[in-house]
């Protein structure tokens, strides 16, 4: 049994699924495991099981840096039988992006919700981009179809998380609208950018691009207070991580 | 609340069909253009020369392979076939429930059949078609999308043979592949004689179809394909009896090529006709 700490790191949107030829988010969450060729295991539930997608992950993740598998839950007659026994042998679980709705239908429907917080207290890193991002916050503003909306996630982090936030967005806009309307407050990240929490605490943000960054959102005297994170390029050779302090507020704190 | 209904509109009273299939797919080979030409004609019934046909591949995620497969059955025949793909709506957005409620007949593909119900459920897509169901737009659905109209049926989706809840809208159970997967079958026989609801055993290409209420009739599109009721007997509650349903063959219709050399070849004849050829 690992005594490792309790690792998640949810980006905003990258990693090889979204920067082909940037490995650096990639590259930092297979650090993060301290193993010298990570078991690293690809869920790509919130694509429906792409195989288009398995393929890319496996060239990204290849075998002379890790040991790669993936679960398909739409194919179960192939891969492991017991997935409990699987996923806790990992270093490192990395979840795809899609529809965070049918992601996490799917994972309740086999049991993986209560595997994956077994597999995080057990030290397992977990991590992942988009749908693979909110999953683990205790709600999450999706806009993968139409309309953003709230949703509760699996609430490994009791917070709320928006991904994709880019100035001026729909997300941006709807995640305003639901922190004033009683949401949780939280974090949000940029394309680029990555949440890294230890427990539940965010331990630091880091990036693949230099401008991405990762925000920390609340809501005082009934306005939403927004306050970008200082963050680490990850492509600065030697770059001392930033403690994840406050770099300036976003929006104007209310007199 | 504005009325969805498509074209033909049953109306609060219309006929609630739905079509099981034990397993097919959408190839050119014979047995399979038959399964296609019903739909089609199911289709026709309630929509008229140009009916919508939507696919819902939610059981095998969404994979191309099976959308593909089927715009390659129905894309040159007199319809509209669409997609409605839960996964890939980000790229595709569109309003789930009048798109639904606007076809004439919604196929649903096989696949997982846990997986097919937990991602409706997480869509609400069952109250949608329940209520399509109720204006008589024709359902259909083959393996996972034959089962899921169920209370019941013998699902694989967790590798091994076992029993799974269905949408519950007709009542009994419903084990696909039949004769085909000799492990589903014995799974299911002995999950009804520990007291799951009975029903029917279906072969590959072999259907049943329900119109209105009563008993469903069954279909065959390759010889030898079966329709079995399958029960508990009522003297003695551990044996389960099968029994085949006498079933009416669907003819496979000419290939769409077979279709049009036999109108140039029609129409060679004519035009030597015309000239005075012999033959």
Same mark, same amino acid.
Request: with cysteine; net charge positive.
């Given at each position: 049994?690992?005594t490792?700490?309790?690792?998640?790191?949810?980006?905003?949107?990258?990693?090889?699924?979204?920067?082909?030829?940037?490995?650096?988010?990639? =590259?930092?969450?297979?650090?993060?495991?301290?193993?010298?060729?990570?078991?690293?295991?690809?869920?790509? *539930?919130? *694509?429906?099981?792409?195989?288009?997608?398995?393929?890319?992950?496996?060239?990204?993740?290849?075998?002379?840096?890790?040991?790669a598998?993936?679960?398909?839950? &739409?194919?179960?007659?192939?891969?492991?039988? !017991?997935?409990?026994?699987?996923?806790?042998?990992?270093?490192?679980?990395?979840?795809?992006?899609?529809?965070?709705?049918?992601?996490?239908?799917?994972?309740?429907?086999?049991?993986?919700?209560?595997?994956?917080?077994e597999?995080?207290?057990?030290?397992?890193?977990?991590?992942?981009?988009?749908?693979?991002?909110?999953?683990?916050?205790?709600?999450?503003?999706?806009?993968?179809?139409?309309?953003?909306?709230?949703?509760?996630?699996?609430?490994?982090?009791?917070?709320?998380n928006?991904?994709?936030?880019?100035?001026?967005?729909?997300?941006?806009?709807?995640?305003?609208?639901?922190?004033?309307? $009683?949401?949780?407050g939280?974090?949000?990240?940029? !394309?680029g950018?990555?949440?890294?929490?230890?427990?539940?605490?965010?331990?630091?943000?880091v990036?693949?691009?230099?401008?991405?960054?990762?925000?920390?959102?609340?809501?005082a005297?009934?306005?939403?207070?927004?306050?970008?994170?200082a963050?680490?390029?990850?492509?600065?050779r030697?770059?001392?991580?930033?403690?994840?302090?406050?770099e300036?507020l976003?929006?104007?704190?209310?007199? | 609340?504005?009325?969805?209904?498509?074209?033909?509109?049953?109306?609060?009273?219309?006929?609630?069909? %739905?079509?099981?299939? $034990? $397993?097919?797919?959408f190839?050119?080979?014979?047995? !399979?253009?038959?399964?296609?030409?019903?739909?089609?004609?199911?289709?026709?019934?309630?929509? $008229?020369?140009?009916?919508?046909?939507?696919?819902?591949?939610?059981?095998?995620?969404?994979?191309?392979?099976? %959308?593909?497969?089927f715009?390659?059955? &129905?894309?040159?025949?007199?319809?509209?076939?669409?997609?409605?793909?839960?996964?890939?709506?980000?790229?595709?957005p569109?309003?789930?429930?009048?798109?639904?409620?606007?076809? =004439?007949? %919604?196929?649903?593909?096989?696949?997982?059949?846990?997986?097919?119900?937990?991602?409706?459920?997480?869509?609400? %897509?069952?109250?949608?078609?329940?209520?399509a169901?109720?204006?008589?737009?024709?359902?259909?659905?083959? *393996?996972?999308?034959?089962?899921?109209?169920?209370?019941?049926?013998?699902?694989?989706?967790?590798?091994?043979?076992?029993?799974?809840?269905?949408?519950?809208?007709?009542?009994?159970?419903?084990?696909?592949?039949?004769?085909?997967?000799?492990?589903?079958?014995?799974? +299911?026989?002995?999950?009804?004689? =520990?007291?799951?609801?009975?029903? +029917?055993?279906?072969?590959?290409?072999?259907?049943?179809l329900?119109?209105?209420?009563?008993?469903?009739?069954?279909?065959?599109?390759?010889?030898?394909?079966?329709? +079995?009721?399958?029960?508990?007997?009522?003297?003695?509650?551990?044996?389960?009896?099968?029994?085949?349903?006498?079933?009416?063959?669907?003819?496979?219709?000419?290939?769409?090529?077979?279709?049009?050399?036999?109108?140039?070849?029609?129409?060679?004849?004519?035009?030597?006709?015309?000239?005075?050829?012999?033959?």
């Open positions: 049994m690992k490792a700490p309790r690792q998640i790191v949810a980006f905003g949107g990258g990693g090889f699924s979204m920067e082909s030829g940037n490995p650096l988010l990639d =590259d930092y969450v297979l650090g993060l495991t301290g193993a010298e060729r990570p078991r690293v295991c690809f869920l790509p *539930s919130a *694509s429906g099981d792409a195989d288009h997608y398995i393929v890319r992950f496996y060239r990204a993740f290849s075998a002379h840096r890790c040991e598998t993936h679960i398909s839950l &739409f194919r179960r007659e192939q891969g492991p039988e !017991d997935l409990r026994r699987h996923l806790l042998a990992q270093d490192l679980i990395y979840v795809g992006g899609g529809s965070v709705v049918s992601l996490l239908g799917v994972w309740r429907a086999h049991g993986i919700d209560a595997i994956l917080r597999a995080w207290e057990a030290g397992v890193v977990l991590c992942g981009l988009s749908a693979g991002s909110l999953c683990w916050f205790a709600e999450a503003v999706t806009g993968f179809h139409g309309a953003p909306k709230r949703l509760e996630g699996l609430g490994l982090l009791p917070f709320s928006c991904v994709h936030y880019e100035r001026g967005g729909k997300r941006r806009e709807s995640y305003h609208r639901f922190l004033l309307a $009683g949401m949780r939280g974090y949000a990240a940029e !394309d950018a990555a949440l890294h929490f230890t427990g539940t605490e965010l331990s630091r943000v990036a693949s691009r230099p401008q991405a960054r990762g925000y920390r959102l609340d809501v005297a009934r306005r939403v207070v927004e306050m970008r994170i963050t680490t390029f990850l492509g600065d030697g770059a001392i991580p930033a403690p994840p302090v406050p300036a976003s929006t104007p704190v209310a007199a | 609340m504005g009325w969805a209904g498509g074209s033909g509109d049953g109306g609060p009273a219309a006929v609630r069909r %739905i079509l099981a299939l $034990g $397993g097919h797919d190839t050119s080979r014979p047995p !399979d253009r038959a399964v296609c030409e019903l739909l089609l004609r199911l289709a026709t019934e309630r929509g $008229g020369g140009r009916p919508r046909i939507c696919i819902l591949p939610t059981a095998s995620g969404d994979t191309s392979e099976q %959308i593909g497969r715009y390659a059955a &129905f894309g040159e025949r007199p319809c509209e076939p669409s997609d409605v793909s839960l996964f890939r709506l980000g790229r595709r569109m309003a789930l429930r009048d798109h639904l409620l606007a076809q =004439d007949l %919604i196929y649903v593909g096989g696949g997982s059949l846990v997986n097919l119900l937990a991602v409706w459920d997480a869509h609400d %897509i069952a109250s949608m078609l329940s209520l169901w109720r204006r008589g737009i024709v359902l259909a659905g083959q *393996s996972a999308g034959a089962m899921c109209w169920f209370e019941a049926g013998i699902t694989k989706s967790s590798g091994k043979a076992r029993e799974a809840t269905g949408l519950g809208m007709l009542s009994g159970s419903l084990c696909v592949h039949y004769n085909n997967e000799p492990d589903r079958r014995a799974a +299911y026989l002995e999950a009804v004689a =520990d007291g799951m609801p009975g029903g +029917y055993g279906l072969d590959d290409y072999a259907g049943l329900w119109e209105g209420e009563g008993s469903p009739a069954a279909v065959t599109a390759r010889r030898g394909a079966r329709a +079995y009721r399958v029960c508990r007997r009522e003297d003695r509650e551990e044996e389960v009896t099968e029994s085949p349903l006498p079933a009416r063959f669907l003819p496979a219709p000419a290939p769409a090529a077979l279709r049009e050399d036999i109108a140039e070849f029609r129409r060679i004849k004519t035009m030597r006709k015309r000239a005075g050829w012999l033959g």
